[in-house]
T-cell receptor
Framework: EAQVTQNPRYLITVTGKKLTVTCSQNMNHEYMSWYRQDPGLGLRQIYYSMNVEVTDKGDVPEGYKVSRKEKRNFPLILESPSPNQTSLYFC??????????????FGPGTRLLVL | AQSVTQLDSQVPVFEEAPVELRCNYSSSVSVYLFWYVQYPNQGLQLLLKYLSGSTLVKGINGFEAEFNKSQTSFHLRKPSVHISDTAEYFCAVTASGGSYIPTFGRGTSLIVHP
């Protein structure tokens, strides 16, 4: 089944404790992205990647890191989480082949609470 | 750069009534337009998209949207909603031939009451 998976789905942590949220897709997509969703603010892009070893900042990259060592994986790293990073996080992927009309495929989301 | 405005943050409606969720966009170039749906506790999934051709686009679950270039709108409609349509709906835009990165609206919460 074609899908984007994220782990963990739910996470409670404390300020300053490093964490990683994994994202994996099995559709051989070039493009991958991380979003955070907050009430009243909709979806905001954190980082994206157009291919292996190519990453770029989105609208709200502060406090986050990513890496793209393999095509299928795009982990999101919070080196020192803070309470303002409490949010719902989505990973997405898509093909680049035919350009900007392509559909994005989303993971199920990771709900993070930073105490 | 593009921008998207979803005019209603919440739309309450009774079951079997028609609904329209409004989306307006701003762009200096031609665009592609998308509607995504997010059911409770799930990720977003594509409902429908407009790339070219007929301005009336049909999607999954009986939804349709009409692209109106002169009014820069892409409103989503359904003639008769079900309880299961309760969800968050996001309009998104990309520049045709431009950046792959979509710009999302802030979302409209559709709440269907029995």
């Amino acid at each position: 089944e074609a899908q984007v998976t994220q782990n963990p789905r739910y996470l409670i942590t404390v300020t300053g404790k490093k964490l990683t949220v994994t994202c994996s897709q099995n559709m051989n997509h070039e493009y991958m992205s991380w979003y955070r969703q907050d009430p009243g603010l909709g979806l905001r892009q954190i980082y994206y990647s157009m291919n292996v070893e190519v990453t770029d900042k989105g609208d709200v990259p502060e406090g986050y890191k990513v890496s793209r060592k393999e095509k299928r994986n795009f982990p999101l790293i919070l080196e020192s989480p803070s309470p303002n990073q409490t949010s719902l996080y989505f990973c997405a992927s898509g093909r680049l082949a035919t350009g900007s009309g392509e559909t994005q495929y989303f993971g199920p989301g990771t709900r993070l609470l930073v105490l | 750069a593009q921008s998207v405005t979803q005019l209603d943050s919440q739309v309450p409606v009774f079951e079997e009534a028609p609904v329209e969720l409004r989306c307006n966009y701003s762009s200096s170039v031609s665009v592609y337009l998308f509607w995504y749906v997010q059911y409770p506790n799930q990720g977003l999934q594509l409902l429908l998209k407009y790339l070219s051709g007929s301005t009336l686009v049909k999607g999954i679950n009986g939804f349709e949207a009409e692209f109106n270039k002169s009014q820069t709108s892409f409103h989503l409609r359904k003639p008769s909603v079900h309880i299961s349509d309760t969800a968050e709906y996001f309009c998104a835009v990309t520049a045709s031939g431009g950046s792959y990165i979509p710009t999302f609206g802030r979302g409209t919460s559709l709440i269907v009451h029995p």
